[in-house]
């Protein structure tokens, strides 16, 4: 028996506008909050200015100092300018006269990645394990 007609109930309304304004700020949120990670192509060792000779490696030993110019002949070797073709001989015999050396390259700001990317080959190539890359050049 019943005693109270039976009614249907509505659907409680959902306001679809205050949905979206919270999707968009979460997505916001998520989108400013998450890091991006960008793998180098290139992995150098930095020289810091506090740098010290670590404890096994040898203090007295300089390391090859190879230096980056912007101008023609790029490369020069201390002091002495050496064109690309002896580049790779001057590292080759440098690590057959010490294999445990170490190469710094000094590359002037303004010189052409080609020619440093060159450089680092060639190290590669003469098998030196220590590089390390800094640059130079006139503060503007």
Same mark, same amino acid.
């Given at each position: 028996?019943?005693?109270?007609?039976?009614?249907?109930?509505?659907?409680?309304?959902?306001?679809?506008?205050?949905?979206?304004?919270?999707?968009?700020?979460?997505?916001?949120?998520?989108?400013?909050?998450?890091?991006?990670?960008?793998? !180098?192509?290139?992995? =150098?060792? #930095?020289?810091?200015?506090? /740098?010290?000779?670590?404890?096994?490696? *040898?203090?007295?030993?300089?390391?090859?100092?190879?230096?980056?110019?912007?101008?023609?002949?790029?490369?020069?070797?201390?002091?002495?300018?050496?064109?690309?073709?002896?580049?790779?001989?001057?590292?080759?015999?440098?690590?057959?006269?010490? !294999?445990?050396?170490? =190469?710094? #390259?000094?590359?002037?700001? /303004?010189?052409?990645?080609?020619?440093? *990317?060159?450089?680092?080959?060639?190290?590669?190539?003469?098998?030196?394990?220590?590089?390390?890359?800094?640059?130079?050049?006139?503060?503007?």
């Amino acid at each position: 028996m019943k005693f109270y007609p039976r009614r249907r109930r509505a659907a409680p309304p959902i306001i679809i506008i205050s949905l979206i304004d919270v999707l968009i700020v979460m997505l916001t949120f998520l989108m400013v909050t998450t890091s991006y990670r960008s793998q !180098p192509a290139v992995k =150098l060792a #930095l020289p810091d200015l506090g /740098e010290k000779p670590k404890a096994g490696a *040898a203090a007295d030993k300089p390391p090859l100092i190879v230096t980056i110019a912007k101008t023609d002949p790029p490369y020069y070797v201390g002091e002495r300018q050496v064109s690309e073709d002896k580049l790779g001989q001057e590292l080759r015999s440098a690590v057959a006269g010490d !294999p445990g050396m170490s =190469l710094v #390259l000094s590359a002037d700001r /303004e010189a052409s990645w080609e020619k440093v *990317a060159k450089a680092l080959q060639m190290a590669r190539g003469a098998n030196i394990k220590s590089v390390k890359a800094f640059t130079k050049g006139t503060g503007k």
